[in-house]
């Protein structure tokens, strides 16, 4: 990983759906739970059959069809022959091996009646609140570019059947209103040259591309004014078109969308993302905590003012965070203008310089990965005045923002770590950036923090 990636390489990397991945899920698990109850019900332990006989009746229920927006017809019917089948399965398996002897009766004649009706009462009441939970965590603004038919179909369905997560505010279209016909409830906002600027005024989170393949030029002008913005964006290919692609897409109500760019951290691998975050920050504290202590006392020794200095930063999606760090300078400069820390920079103190060379600076920063506005590893944060000027100069410099800036990062672990000089130098570390977004793995974070570990222990040279 030492080796600059090659620039301009492109590798999609698609995240399967929260919402998906829940569907999938709650079925298996509300037959483990009658299970574990029904077991407890009659002053029986789990036991290693107990255990077995969850792990068979989940690999036989997943991955589940909870319907999150409607109920459909014949729910009693689909939930009983679809459970029937199941523990027919289950029996046929029990009486071949012997199994079945090692179960109480009473539990598994709980089980197999009591199931049915707790998947009843879910799949009947998720529809009225699957929805009002997601709308705690927001709605996402979209846009659809192309009020088409395509674009029409699409915008519908993310309105109408999408569970409430998503919203589209506008369509783009370069063709007039009269010519565009009715567009429904939502409005036409401008062409396409419009659409960067709107996106950024108006915090939208997702764009859909749902031009013709015969627009390729305009689609490429396009997606080069979109990299200065941090939303998710999905091309939406003609039917015909689609039938000829022989790869795994997404859809959204049989609109197949292929990714352009979009966040590692989507549905499943967002959750791992997210454990992993609190469980490496909540250890870090908790042996830190002595060293943190100490390096409180230096400071406050070292020179007058306060222990902690508040920066302010980018976070997810472009929003701006205050992120902690030990004081290390004798000034704390936060406004527009912010002058990079050279080597044998007066404003450094002497203590400060061992934090900054050691990264024992940064340790403040693991309660904002507890917080949630950071993360343990991912692209570290630039400051304000910095961001605003390379994202000017450096194509796909916001896309780094699609996920929560990290305390170490790999561009740190591999020398693009330091002042930046030039813009070449900072278009390396934004390389390594995107490098880490397209082939992020659980693996890859172990391995940055270890080399993150070594260089905090011999020092790096190019931290000052």
Not at 29 to 38: F, K, Q, T, W
């Amino acid at each position: 990983m030492d080796a600059a990636p090659v620039a301009g390489r492109t590798v999609l990397q698609g995240g399967r759906s929260l919402i998906g991945f829940f569907k999938s899920i709650v079925d298996p698990m509300v037959v483990i739970a009658v299970l574990c109850a029904s077991t407890w019900a009659y002053d029986e332990r789990l036991r290693a059959g107990e255990v077995l006989l969850a792990a068979l009746a989940f690999s036989l229920t997943y991955p589940g069809s909870i319907p999150f927006r409607r109920r459909p017809r014949g729910l009693v019917r689909e939930i009983v022959v679809g459970w029937g089948v199941v523990v027919g399965l289950l029996f046929a398996f029990g009486y071949v091996t012997g199994y079945h002897i090692a179960f109480d009766e009473r539990v598994l004649a709980a089980w197999v009646l009591g199931t049915p009706m707790a998947l009843y009462a879910v799949h009947f009441a998720s529809p009225w609140l699957v929805p009002r939970v997601i709308a705690l965590q927001g709605v996402q603004n979209c846009v659809v570019i192309g009020a088409n038919d395509l674009g029409k179909r699409l915008a519908q369905v993310i309105n109408t059947e999408d569970v409430g997560h998503s919203r589209v505010v506008a369509f783009f279209d370069d063709r007039s209103s009269a010519r565009l016909g009715a567009l429904g409830a939502v409005p036409l906002a401008g062409g396409l040259p419009q659409v960067a600027a709107w996106v950024k005024a108006n915090r939208v989170q997702t764009i859909y591309i749902a031009l013709p393949m015969a627009s390729q030029p305009r689609i490429l002008a396009l997606l080069d004014e979109l990299r200065d913005t941090t939303a998710s964006i999905y091309f939406a290919p003609d039917i015909f078109v689609y039938d000829l692609i022989q790869a795994r897409v997404e859809t959204v109500g049989g609109v197949p969308l292929v990714a352009v760019c979009e966040s590692p951290f989507q549905g499943a691998t967002g959750m791992i993302k997210r454990f992993s975050d609190v469980a490496l920050a909540s250890m870090a504290l908790v042996v830190s905590a002595p060293v943190m202590l100490a390096i409180a006392i230096g400071v406050k020794l070292s020179s007058p003012g306060p222990v902690l200095f508040r920066q302010t930063r980018y976070g997810l999606d472009g929003r701006e965070i205050r992120v902690w760090k030990f004081r290390s300078m004798r000034v704390m400069e936060n406004g527009s203008t912010i002058r990079q820390a050279t080597k044998d920079d007066d404003r450094v103190t002497p203590f400060g310089r061992f934090l900054r060379r050691t990264s024992l600076d940064e340790l403040p920063q693991f309660f904002n990965v507890l917080q949630g506005r950071m993360s343990v590893v991912g692209p570290r944060p630039h400051a304000v005045a910095h961001n605003e000027q390379y994202r000017r100069l450096i194509k796909g410099y916001m896309v780094r923002h699609k996920v929560k800036p990290g305390i170490t990062g790999l561009a740190q672990v591999s020398g693009a770590r330091g002042e930046t000089e030039s813009v070449e130098q900072m278009r390396r570390r934004i390389e390594y950036d995107l490098a880490y977004l397209r082939d992020w793995s659980l693996t890859l974070d172990l391995r940055i923090l270890w080399r993150t570990v070594v260089v905090t222990v011999r020092g790096d040279p190019r931290a000052y």
